[in-house]
Nanobody, 124 residues
Framework: VQLQASGGGLVQAGDSLRLSCAVA????????MGWFRQAPGKEREFVSS????????YTADFVKGRFTISRDGGKNMLYLQMNSLKSEDTAVYYC??????????????????WGQGTQVTVSS
């Protein structure tokens, strides 16, 4: 199983980025998917998740209205569109795959597979 996150970079506050996560080695349509982030000295935190069917999305309050998660089953891809970025969004962003039910929990421990992370740095 391989999850490959990409799309991070250095941007200015107010800019946008789209993160991508390429998934291989598992039945993509059978897994809930999520994005988490970890800033230096902080614990990994939930950002957003989407159920295996794509029918339900969960989003952390601090990114509601700014970040949008989506998935493309035909391409085995997960995305995170991030708009109106703030300096406090600076972190390493990770994609993860979990069994059905993972998306609703927001708990990293329920996810089975993780990508390597992509760095997002927002300068103010």
């Amino acid at each position: 199983v391989q999850l490959q996150a990409s799309g991070g970079g250095l941007v200015q506050a107010g800019d946008s980025l789209r993160l991508s996560c390429a998934v291989a080695g598992l039945t993509f349509g059978a897994y809930d998917m999520g994005w988490f982030r970890q800033a230096p000295g902080k614990e990994r935190e939930f950002v957003s998740s989407i159920t295996w069917s794509g029918g339900t999305i969960y989003t952390a309050d601090f990114v509601k209205g700014r970040f949008t998660i989506s998935r493309d089953g035909g391409k085995n891809m997960l995305y995170l569109q991030m708009n109106s970025l703030k300096s406090e969004d600076t972190a390493v962003y990770y994609c993860a795959a979990g069994r059905p039910g993972s998306a609703a929990s927001g708990r990293p421990s329920l996810y089975d597979y993780w990508g390597q992370g992509t760095q997002v740095t927002v300068s103010s």
